[in-house]
């Protein structure tokens, strides 16, 4: 009963697969069939193999890791210009202007002393891309991620430190410095240079620093510019500046310093210009000695105090916005100092002042407001008066600035899309105090919460074009939005693989045997 199947329920969809049947129809012609087969079989076999092997020698399948990797390295020891060698760390450049020596790509461990050390050198070099970390944190006098002594034309960019006890990066008595666009986490003094000329200091993030972000002493032609620390105590000073002769100050923020936001001592001629110095837990700005200079277009919000002791004079203070600081104080002064650009240019917005603003003119006695406070303002006697303070802020506060990257801007739906929104920016926020929400489709209703994760993955349920969104919200409620467009493709064929030239193969075996069977 086992011939033809039918007790079990089955019926052969095939007659010709009974057994009965295949030895006197088909033993004529198997030699040749079973060669067809063979002969199918292989060719499938070697089109496979050869798309096999092309696909692992080819492209890569997966995408490059972003960036690169970066490899161990003991620390690096530079004693002169013949010390940029490949041992030494150094993977590229002549030590010319035009092209540096590199130190590049490395992975240094500091446990005690430098992890590098450069000292000497007058050849150019750039520090890159490199990664300077410690475990402990803490404090230790010498303890460096970069330390450059007596050298010229030096820079440091893009490296990150990490909870290095000591110094991240800091020059000494050396010309032509370039620190730029580092990141220092948990750095005891995160970047300074002193007795340095030509320094510039810009783009760099600081944060978790116990003691100081961005620091400068006894320095000549100095740019310290859009640097940002934020959230460091409990001993922090955001921007520590001494002996600065000749120097630019220009967009940096400091925010929620436990001590200091910014302190200047003892310079002069420094253009302090459209900084922000926000939620500091002791004094917002200390000045002291600080003459013959500018500070205008600041903001100064949310702090203790803010001071100038000891001033050394001759200052212009203007267009300043001072909110919500619960005292001020200015003493043993030197010079007066100038409070306005007089009328009708005016001089800061004084959040606690209580005059009003009835009058107009220069003398502040024609009816009619003029957005000026009609009674100037007393900063501590009659030498030292804001003769036009401002009814409202000068600078209003800005939004933020929403930046949206992917690294694939085409996928399936099997896609994991990968969004960062992490180079958002914000004049008075640092990015990590700023919000994000997200929708998918670009369809005005956002798909998520609030949140301050800026690197989001979505898979797409269907094929199409998606203008992807992120709003980025600040800290006092301001918003801006920006979109990236992704395409979204049905799920592709699967890649050639052993599965599919078995089914052919299969398929072949029947049609053949198929062919075979039609024939008398
Ligand atoms: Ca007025
Ligand atoms: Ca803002
Ligand atoms: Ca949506």
């Known amino acids: 009963m086992l011939d033809d199947g039918k007790d079990f329920g089955l019926t052969p969809r095939h007659s010709f697969e009974t057994s009965s049947r295949i030895p006197t129809r088909s033993f004529p012609h198997a030699p ?32 490059e890791v972003a960036g690169f990797m970066r490899v161990a390295h003991s620390p690096i020891f530079i004693y002169s210009d013949s010390g940029f060698t490949e041992e030494n760390g150094t993977t590229g450049g002549s030590g010319s202007a035009e092209d540096p020596f590199v130190i590049s790509g490395w992975t240094i461990n500091v446990s005690w002393g430098e992890g590098i050390f450069i000292y000497g ?37 893009n490296c990150s430190f990490s909870g290095v006890a000591g110094s991240g990066v800091h020059f000494r008595d050396c010309e032509n410095v370039m620190i730029d666009g580092n990141h220092f986490t948990n750095c005891t003094w995160s970047a300074w240079a002193r007795e340095c000329t030509n320094v510039t200091i810009v783009g760099n993030e600081v944060t978790k620093c116990p003691a100081m972000g961005i620091g400068i002493g006894a320095c000549s032609n100095c740019n310290i510019s859009h640097n940002e620390v934020w959230d460091c105590g ?3 000073v955001g921007f520590s500046l001494w002996g ?53 277009d600041n903001i100064v919000a949310n702090t203790c105090y803010w001071y100038w002791l000891s001033t050394g004079g001759n200052c212009t203070y203007y267009h300043n ?31 606690n002042y209580i005059g009003s603003d009835d009058f107009s003119g220069p003398d502040q006695d024609i009816p009619g407001p003029d957005g000026i406070g009609d009674i100037p303002i007393v900063i501590d006697d009659e030498h030292n008066l804001d003769h036009y303070p401002l009814m409202s802020r000068c600078a209003p ?11 694939d801007d085409t996928g399936n739906i099997t896609t994991q899309f990968t969004f960062d929104a992490w180079n958002s920016t914000d004049d008075e926020d640092p990015v990590v105090w700023l919000d994000a929400r997200w929708d998918w489709q670009g369809d005005g209703i956002w798909d998520t919460d609030w949140t301050r994760e ?37 799920v592709e064929i699967p890649e050639f693989n052993a599965v599919l030239p078995l089914i052919l193969s299969i398929m072949a075996v029947f049609v053949v045997e198929l062919q075979f069977r039609k024939r008398p």
């Not at 067809?36 to 096999?52: D, G, H, P, W």
Request: hydrophobic content about 35%; glycine content about 6%.
């Open 321 to 351: 916005d001072f909110i919500n600081s619960s005292d001020y104080s200015r003493s043993f002064l030197s010079a007066p100092d100038e409070w306005d650009l007089g009328y009708p240019q005016g001089g800061n917005y004084w959040s």
């Open 397 to 407: 506060l800005a939004p933020p600035n929403a930046s949206l990257q992917t690294e």
């Open 234 to 236: 409990p001993d922090a």
């Open 454 to 490: 800026k690197t989001v993955t979505h898979q797409f349920q269907s094929p199409g074009q998606y203008n992807v969104t992120v709003q980025i919200r600040d800290d006092d409620g301001l918003t801006s939005t920006t979109s990236v467009r992704v395409t979204v493709h049905e």
């Open 32 to 63: 040749r069939r079973v060669a067809a087969v063979i002969l199918i079989t292989a060719v499938l076999m070697i089109l496979f193999l050869q798309l096999r092997s092309e696909s692992e020698t080819g492209e890569p399948k997966s995408p």
């Open 121 to 157: 050198t007058t050849k150019s070099f750039v520090i890159r891309d490199v990664l300077i970390d410690s475990e402990d944190g803490g404090f230790s006098w010498d303890r460096y991620g970069v330390r450059v002594e007596g050298a010229k034309n030096g820079r440091v960019e």
């Open 244 to 296: 600065m002769e000749n120097a630019t100050v220009y967009s940096n923020n400091a925010s929620y310093i436990s001590q200091i936001g910014m302190t200047i001592d003892l310079s002069s001629h420094v253009r302090v210009t459209r900084n922000s110095v926000i939620c500091t837990e002791y004094w917002g700005l200390q000045f002291s000695r600080f003459g013959n200079s500018t500070f205008a």
